[in-house]
């Protein structure tokens, strides 16, 4: 019994990629001096997938009317779109020392207008799902086959915008439509639990209306499988809820809030470094 | 203005299938035409304003003209962020368009009030807003947000506005209209409040006072130079709006007339910073701010000196 059929060699080979990209990330959080780089570790293995595998998107024309389109709702955690999205080719990597400095092209969180094969300007909790389901709508009335994704933050639940458009989406049947909730548990100053809870995630999105899985968002077979049996249901938008650590990849990020935005001191930067290159070994 | 709106859009949406309303679950029965001519383009997002605005400009990023559609408060203020971030800011062509401005949902009470509204959509960048006067200027309003191509905010009244002018509208966005030509005094105001405007003219006139009434139903981008000729060619200039006097269209003529010097007598006259907690018709509480024709009259008499 092979162990290396072909999903697995995709995902190991995306695992590596992601991993080679949270080097990036922190390259970059090093320079600019800070960063949300807690949530941005523990999204990248999902949105490795998306962007490197899963997507039907073309870098090199963004405005392909038939592309599917994915709106990064958790708009903070930008430094791993950015850091995929040059990996897919939107822009070339050297871009990236644009990042947070004087007549830059890439800001704290993604503008439109700078960032080709950003889809909506975020930052701004609670509105990409919305957006979304306006996209899935429009999609719906001219039934032309591309699907729309957006990927949330768990914290970013707390906003009641959020659960106006899952009430939407359900409403509406918008089966093209996919929500990726980053459940890392943690937020800006503590357990989300804590502070203001969503739990059962689960439980209240099917309640709401929407097709649910459930995965553990580090596995890369497993993110491979839900998003490649998507919709998970016909007449109902789809939800995943993944299930992270924030600031995974780093022994002494992870799970811990203040890596939420911070910036690594030399010895931290150190550590890190080489415990994400011994990942890269494995 | 509603049934205007209505009436444009009915045809705007005949010439343009990427058309598209989305109604806050307002409107009984007023949309039943739209929604049988055009299965599908008639959405009710039901009582949850931010995230139709977030659909909107969802719809407006993959093609689509949206209009997002409902009481001025709700859509205006409780959306407003969303208007700011989806809308203004990745300047997507979606038309916001507000019923009951001012004080026309009159015994609903102060929640259904809008008097800050204009104040508040001016002051975003890329924000089109327009305070169309009457019905024809309605319709008209209507059409040039869809050929702009870009956000647009539309102040409605309600209904039963009468015609500020018989004839021909002339309606540009970012042009003023002289309602009434005059030498003495000067009126500029935006909305159906107007039309006590007008009567005041009347008013003056009798009084050997010569007034010119300018419609401002563009208020930004704004004609400033209707407003500074007003201001130098007249001894007086008030101006009137449904409205706070903080903010609209009082303080944007303000603005035109303090950055040029132009040190013309000036009065904003509207709502004076407060809250509506009286109970009666529009009409009515239009007289309890002080908003009368005799009163437009007496504030330019004396302004004049």
């Not at chain 2, 030498?183 to 010119?212: F, N, Y």
Request: proline content about 4%; glycine content about 10%; overall charge negative.
């Amino acid at each position: 019994m092979s162990d290396d059929t072909p999903n697995r060699i995709d995902s190991k080979a995306l695992s590596k990629k992601a991993n080679e990209l949270r080097l990036n990330v922190l390259d970059m959080v090093i320079a600019a001096g800070g960063g949300h780089i807690g949530g941005s570790f523990s999204v990248i293995d999902i949105l490795t997938a998306l962007y490197l595998r899963v997507l039907r998107h073309d870098p090199e024309n963004p405005e392909w009317p038939e592309r599917d389109r994915l709106v990064f709702s958790k708009g903070h955690c930008c430094l791993a779109l950015y850091n995929v999205l040059a990996e897919c080719g939107y822009f070339p990597r050297s871009d990236l020392e644009r990042y947070c400095v004087d007549g830059g092209l890439f800001a704290g969180h993604p503008e439109r207008e700078l960032v080709a094969g950003a889809e909506a300007t975020t930052g701004s909790l609670g509105h990409g799902l919305s957006i979304a389901v306006g996209m899935a709508i429009a999609r719906q009335l001219d039934d032309d086959g591309h699907r729309i994704f957006c990927v949330l933050g768990d914290g970013e639940c707390n906003e009641g915008s959020v659960w106006e458009a899952f009430m939407a989406g359900a409403q509406f049947k918008l089966d093209c439509l996919t929500a990726i909730v980053d459940s890392n548990k943690l937020e800006s100053l503590g357990r989300v639990s804590d502070i203001l809870s969503i739990e059962p995630l689960g439980d209240r999105l099917k309640a709401f209306g929407w097709a649910v899985r459930e995965i553990d968002g580090h596995d890369m077979e497993a993110i491979l499988g839900a998003l490649e049996a998507l919709p998970f249901e016909q007449g109902k938008p789809s939800a995943i809820v993944s299930h992270t650590v924030k600031g995974k990849g780093v022994s002494f990020m992870e799970n811990m809030t203040p890596w939420h935005y911070r910036g690594p001191n030399a010895e931290e930067a150190e550590v890190a470094r080489r415990e994400l290159k011994a990942l890269l070994r494995q | 203005m509603r049934d205007a709106f209505i009436a444009e859009l009915h045809q705007i949406a005949s010439e343009d299938r990427n058309v598209l309303l989305l109604s806050g679950d307002i409107g009984f029965k007023v949309f039943d035409k739209f929604r049988d001519d055009y299965p599908g383009r008639y959405l009710n997002m039901g009582i949850a304003e931010a995230n139709m605005i977030g659909v909107a400009a969802g719809m407006a990023m993959s093609g689509k003209r949206p209009v997002a559609y409902t009481i001025i408060p709700f859509l205006t203020m409780r959306a407003f962020e969303q208007i700011r971030v989806d809308v203004a800011m990745q300047k997507q062509p979606v038309v916001i368009v507000g019923v009951g401005g001012g004080l026309a949902y009159d015994i609903l009470g102060p929640t259904h009030h809008s008097i800050e509204d204009v104040a508040i959509m001016r002051a975003l960048p890329n924000m089109t807003v327009l305070v169309p006067g009457d019905p024809a200027e309605t319709g008209a309003a209507t059409r040039a947000a869809f050929e702009l191509d870009g956000p647009v905010y539309i102040r409605l009244g309600k209904n039963g506005e009468p015609l500020l002018r018989p004839n021909v509208v002339d309606f540009e966005i970012g042009k003023a209209t002289i309602l009434r030509e005059g030498t003495d005094v000067a009126i500029i105001g935006s909305g159906p409040i107007l039309g006590i405007g007008l009567k005041a003219a009347e008013l003056l006139a009798h009084q050997g006072l010569s007034c010119r009434v300018i419609n401002i139903h563009s208020i930004k981008p704004l004609d400033a130079a209707a407003i500074l000729s007003a201001g130098q060619q007249t001894r007086a200039v008030v101006t009137l709006e449904e409205h706070n006097i903080i903010g609209g269209t009082g303080s944007a003529v303000a603005e035109v007339l303090a950055e040029s010097a132009c040190a013309v007598p000036f009065k904003r006259m509207g709502i004076s910073d407060t809250f509506t907690y009286e109970v009666g018709s529009q009409k009515h509480l239009l007289k309890i701010h002080g908003l009368t024709a005799e009163n437009v009259t007496d504030t330019l008499a004396s302004l004049v000196g």
